[in-house]
């Protein structure tokens, strides 16, 4: 009998050990916080790898397009999604940012050479998945990113994307004065709500 009481405590204490060890296995392998960016800032180089340049091309493209067309195509870049798949780090950090589903986010994962482009509702009734890929393929955004040309990939894929929306919102006609001198007021603040629609587009 003491034999047999002396081994279900072993067994208890095993088990005991086993699922604690589970659990502290699974909190170190559980994915990082997601950043939540200011709203009304439609840049988060978390990685720091775009120059002050690109971002204020970046933000004076989005409050023209903002203006012209209800549009704003966000940009973040991060180090690591850390255990994220990198659509559903997208996601979150688009309802983290508040960034309605009007709204779309180009997300650069850096340490892993990666990226995710989630459109929002209005931007798809208006381009098509083929021709935003196309867009991103004029610029070989892929290969730039591969190569770990960050800052390169954000200038030219925007300005491309700049051109592109010309010529399916007002047929060419440009949509800003200068890009580095936007003649609205920078400092307007934005309001949105909700999560944003996530169509990826991974080329």
């Known amino acids: 009998m003491k034999s047999f009481f002396q081994n279900r405590v072993v067994a208890i204490v095993i088990t005991a050990v086993l699922v604690l060890g589970s659990l ?5 392998q559980r994915p990082s916080d997601v950043p939540s960016p200011s709203s009304g800032d439609w840049v988060y180089d978390g990685a720091g790898v775009l120059s002050s340049n690109t971002e204020f091309l970046v933000d004076s493209l989005n409050r023209s397009w903002e203006k012209n067309y209800n549009q704003i195509v966000a940009v973040a870049t991060v180090s690591s999604t ?22 779309s986010l180009l997300l650069v994962d850096a340490d892993g050479r990666d990226y995710w482009m989630s459109t929002g509702t209005s931007l798809q009734r208006e381009i098509s998945d083929e021709e935003l890929s196309a867009v991103f393929e004029s610029v070989d955004f892929d ?3 591969d190569k770990g040309s960050y800052d390169s990939a954000v200038q030219t894929v925007y300005t491309a994307m700049d051109q592109s929306f010309q010529e399916t919102f007002n047929d060419g006609e440009t949509s800003y004065e200068d890009p580095y001198y936007p003649s609205w007021d920078q400092t307007e603040a934005r309001e949105s709500s909700g999560g944003i629609s996530i169509v990826g587009l991974v080329i």
């Not at 502290?24 to 170190?28: I, N, P, R, V």
């Not at 994220?84 to 709204?103: H, K, M, P, V």
Request: no cysteine.
């Open 82 to 103: 850390r255990g994220w798949d990198i659509r559903d780090y997208a996601e979150q950090l688009a309802d983290n940012w508040g960034l309605s589903t009007s709204d």
């Open 24 to 28: 502290a296995y699974g909190w170190t």
């Open 143 to 145: 290969g730039a990113v």
